[in-house]
């Protein structure tokens, strides 16, 4: 997968638009961050899961998915490898994350 790839995704999500933090593209549902792209590098996008869904990804692709370092990544915070990457293991992430900011956010 490569970045422009995990863009389209992200932004297949509706509602969602493309905005920047820290120099990184991000991925925002009313404004709040569901994804990133660019950290820690070029080869790595992020998807903010909660703990329970960050641990069943990690479990069905552990070569693309893994927790973001320190209290985020406890958190949910999980790092794509984009190289490791399939499609609709991303889509399926990307929308989760989504989700969770809409439910926080009461939009859906």
Not at 42 to 66: D, W
Not at 102 to 107: E, M, P, V, Y
Request: hydrophobic fraction near 40%; include cysteine.
């Amino acid at each position: 997968m490569t970045a422009n790839k995990f863009r389209t995704l992200a932004l297949e999500i509706p509602e969602a638009i493309e905005s920047s933090h820290m120099d990184h593209p991000d991925f925002r549902l009313g404004g709040k961050i569901f994804a990133t792209l660019g950290y820690p590098d070029e080869q790595h996008g992020m998807v903010n899961l909660t703990p329970e869904q960050q641990q069943l990804f990690l479990k069905k692709a552990p070569e693309a998915f893994t927790p973001c370092a320190g209290a985020w990544g406890r958190r949910g915070a999980t790092s794509v490898a984009l190289s490791s990457a399939k499609v609709v293991m991303v889509r399926t992430a990307l929308k989760a994350a989504a989700e969770n900011i809409a439910r926080k956010t009461n939009r859906r």
